[in-house]
């Protein structure tokens, strides 16, 4: 009579980590070895970094030796768990204030914006964020450099298709442009943009037609565009983006006429 005998299992590396994660068991990574230390540590590491994510354990981020894999860890968990707290244990400085606009923008905190170092535009990026989130320009008020807080002011009036407040920035041309236009574009009403400037550095009033003509991809809102350059540039993206040879038709400049109805078929 034949003894019965045991049958090890020999998993291949992948298979060992896919073992730890399953069965959320990080005492498994602690066994990997390979024949390169360095490869090791990196298998190691990348199985705590999987098991942590998976099940939400910044417990097992911390016994990831690489310092970028385990910021990149805590990180992760953080803005998985709306936890600004795990952002403070991050060793790099971008991500830690990365991590913090995430987890504020997720939360729809502006206090945690507070926590990103003055120096760092993360900081305006992240009162922004909220703001439009909230739908709230207040927040915009923690901005410190004027240009950025107009430009939020610009990007809650837009996400709330509000033109009063983009009134409040009509003497700022290219602000106002962006804040008119996102909203015409929004509506597909070419009609907001009669009210922009024409300048000698741009003609605001042309662009956001074409940007509502792009948005809406009709060509017939190009032809509100009376500089004759700037209508035929207009046509041309309509009509090569999306094929639309009727666009390419109302170019006057012949050469780009051809080009177009070319890319347009």
């Known amino acids: 009579m034949m003894a019965a005998c045991s049958v090890s299992v020999i998993l291949t590396p992948d298979e060992e980590i896919q073992k730890a994660v399953k069965e959320n068991d990080p005492s498994i990574c602690a066994k990997i070895e390979d024949e390169d230390q360095g490869k090791t540590q990196k298998r190691r590491d990348r199985c705590y970094e999987e098991i942590a994510i998976e099940y939400n354990n910044p417990m097992n981020c911390m016994e990831i030796q690489d310092q970028a894999r385990q910021d990149n860890c805590d990180k992760a968990i953080a803005i998985t768990n709306k936890e600004p707290d795990l952002c403070e244990v991050i060793d790099d400085v971008w991500k830690k204030n990365d991590c913090f606009m995430q987890v504020a923008e997720v939360k729809e905190d502006p206090l945690i914006c507070g926590k990103i170092d003055d120096n760092n535009r993360n900081k305006s990026m992240c009162?922004?964020?909220?703001?439009?989130?909230r739908k709230n320009q207040e927040i915009c008020g923690n901005i410190d450099k004027e240009s950025e807080k107009l430009g939020c002011i610009a990007d809650v009036a837009s996400v709330k298709e509000d033109l009063e407040l983009c009134e409040t920035l009509k003497e700022y041309d290219s602000t106002y442009y962006s804040c008119t236009s996102a909203i015409a574009s929004k509506q597909n009403n070419p009609d907001l943009c009669n009210n922009l400037a024409v300048t000698k550095s741009r003609n605001y009033k042309n662009a956001c037609f074409e940007d509502t003509a792009i948005m809406?991809?009709?060509?017939?809102?190009?032809?509100?565009?009376?500089?004759?350059?700037?209508?035929?540039?207009?046509?041309?993206?309509?009509?090569?983006?999306?094929?639309?040879?009727?666009?390419?038709?109302?170019?006057?400049d012949e050469k780009r006429k051809e080009i177009c109805s070319r890319l347009a078929k």
Not at 127 to 133: C, D, N, T
Not at 221 to 250: F, V, Y
Request: proline content about 2%.
């Open 127 to 133: 009162y922004s964020k909220v703001a439009v989130a």
């Open 216 to 252: 809406a991809k009709d060509y017939k809102t190009c032809e509100l565009i009376e500089d004759t350059d700037d209508r035929d540039s207009c046509l041309s993206k309509i009509g090569r983006n999306n094929k639309i040879p009727e666009a390419c038709e109302k170019i006057t």
